[in-house]
Nanobody, 125 residues
Framework: QVQLVESGGGSVQAGGSLRLSCAAS????????MGWFRQAPGKEREGVAA???????RYADSVKGRFTISKDNAKNTLYLQMSSLEVEDTAMYYC???????????????????WGQGTQVTVSS
């Protein structure tokens, strides 16, 4: 079981930036699909970005051009760089691992079997 711990959330004004981090332990997490998801109050959890074993990425249309997913294999850490933040980006953000596959990686939360506890991102106007 991959253990995941997110950090880096906070409050920011619209147009600002934040970088989320997700530290993984126990497994060579970079061998698997890794993703970022978010859930706003009253809404379903949605996929934001995913990264494959060899680094190919996938993004939700709502964040393309503003968010960048990356990973540092040496540090066993996944990142989500968020820029040009909008009020609609306010949500709890989760990182997740799909230890069933290395690719292709999807943005459907049902595919992921290990989850972090989440970190809150709040964007104000």
């Amino acid at each position: 079981q991959v253990q995941l711990v997110e950090s880096g959330g906070g409050s920011v004004q619209a147009g600002g930036s934040l970088r989320l981090s997700c530290a993984a332990s126990r497994y060579t997490y970079y061998s698997y699909c890794m993703g970022w998801f978010r859930q706003a109050p009253g809404k379903e959890r949605e996929g934001v970005a995913a990264i494959e074993n060899y680094g190919s990425t996938r993004y939700a249309d709502s964040v393309k051009g503003r968010f960048t997913i990356s990973k540092d294999n040496a540090k066993n850490t996944l990142y989500l760089q968020m820029s040009s933040l909008e009020v609609e980006d306010t949500a709890m953000y989760y990182c997740a691992a799909d230890t069933k596959r290395t690719w292709p990686c999807f943005l459907e939360s049902d595919e992921y079997n290990s989850w972090g506890q989440g970190t809150q991102v709040t964007v104000s106007s």
